[in-house]
């Protein structure tokens, strides 16, 4: 028993961001289960008010009514909203209280409303409850398992009131009837438990099976041997930085670079502290570019950065020589000290383009003098009125 709570209510303050917008996203798709029990519970709410006297049930259709109306709206809303620039962590589970406070109300309504049926004397009205409280548990669990706190107390305050109702008829009627009210409580009662249970585990296969699928596309773009983002990534954040800049007017510049003196110490040292030693210099690299800024490993010995948010090249060749400063210092691998060497090219958008590739190009030229000139030097690419040249800064 120690564990159930655990069960019921698994932990993921943890979840990364994306995999939390993921689960919250699935909740979001049940417009269709709530727009249906809507308009299914405000018409029994109906159809009991003409059974009766009273003004209960037509207060409960309406309130029924104005909190399925709420929460198609705000599913609505949050569609919208998704389709807008991405949401933080803090939007995301602010979005996702407005769906719990919504789903709570209705069930506590339902909850009454079948609480008031069952003390009812309509044997129609109470099949109808146990009916409606069936195939709102079956919906909820298919559609909310995945934020399994939301899905449980809702359950809950629909279930609780209906077996109170049931075991109150067990207690009025004769022994014929108490056998069918007190089996109708236990069953409600045993599927409930069974339902939560199945709630949990279809969180958790979810969930394992998001954070694998996360971790499977993360491996894909990404170098394996440094952590740093492939080619794959780099042009993803690229286009993203693209975009940017176009908004904001600012330039974004792509530095490729090359090691020099590399293939040297790999083969007086070995293959093994030649990845040592391209570990440290992406992690060099990582060190010292800014935070918004993509570092990426594009082959053995080749390394890009873009850089964004930068108003003149200056800044561009600031950074680039600053990287030539850090990674021209000597690395301490294993038992040996190695001294090597850094070349860069530097192309700049949107003046050289707004491509990756047409960029890439003109870095990579810029990039073919440096190393021709001996290395351990930036160069600049620019396109001068009577043809192309890469300049060196």
């Not at 394996?224 to 930085?241: I, K, V, W, Y």
């Not at 293959?271 to 440290?280: E, P, R, S, T, V």
């Not at 040996?336 to 383009?353: F, L, M, T, W, Y």
């Not at 990039?367 to 290395?375: D, S």
Request: net charge neutral; with cysteine.
């Amino acid at each position: 028993m120690k564990g159930m709570p655990r069960k019921l209510f698994p932990q993921d303050g943890q979840l990364p961001d994306d995999v939390l917008g993921e689960l919250v996203d699935m909740m979001f798709t049940a417009l269709a289960p709530v727009i249906v029990m809507g308009v299914t519970t405000v018409g029994m709410a109906v159809l009991f008010a003409s059974l009766t006297e009273g003004l209960a049930f037509p207060a409960l259709a309406l309130c029924c009514s104005a909190i399925a109306s709420a929460r198609v709206g705000i599913i609505l809303a949050y569609r919208r909203r998704r389709a807008a620039p991405p949401l933080s962590s803090a939007d995301i589970r602010l979005w996702e209280s407005r769906y719990a406070w919504a789903s709570y109300a209705f069930a506590a309504v339902l909850g009454l409303l079948n609480l008031l049926a069952l003390l009812e004397e309509e044997p129609l009205a109470h099949m109808l409850v146990v009916g409606l409280t069936f195939g709102y548990g079956a919906g909820l669990a298919t559609r909310t398992a995945v934020r399994p706190a939301i899905c449980t107390i809702s359950l809950l305050l629909v279930v609780i009131p209906t077996v109170a109702g049931l075991l109150t008829n067990a207690d009025d009627l004769g022994a014929q009837g108490a056998v069918v009210y007190l089996s109708q409580a236990l069953l409600l009662t045993a599927f409930t438990i069974a339902g939560l249970e199945t709630v949990a585990y279809l969180y958790r296969t979810t969930l394992q099976h998001l954070v694998t699928r996360r971790d499977l596309i993360r491996l894909a773009r990404q170098d394996m041997l440094t952590g740093l983002p492939n080619r794959l990534l780099l042009q993803d954040r690229f286009e993203a930085d693209i975009m940017e800049l176009q908004r904001s007017g600012h330039l974004v510049a792509l530095l490729v670079m090359d090691l020099d003196r590399f293939k040297a110490a790999n083969d007086q040292f070995g293959h093994l502290a030649g990845d040592a030693l391209l570990q440290a210099v992406a992690k060099r690299l990582r060190s010292t570019v800014a935070e918004q800024d993509t570092v990426a490993r594009i082959g053995g010995d080749e390394f890009v950065v873009v850089q964004t948010g930068i108003r003149h090249d200056d800044e561009a060749r600031a950074l680039a020589h600053r990287i030539v400063r850090v990674l021209s210092a000597q690395y301490q691998i294993e038992q040996n000290k190695v001294q090597i060497g850094v070349s860069i090219g530097i192309a700049i958008a949107p003046r050289d383009g707004l491509e990756l590739e047409k960029l890439a190009s003109c870095a990579d030229a810029a990039l073919y003098i440096a190393k021709r000139q001996g290395g351990g030097r930036v160069m600049l690419w620019a396109e001068p009125q009577e043809g192309t040249m890469p300049v060196a800064v």
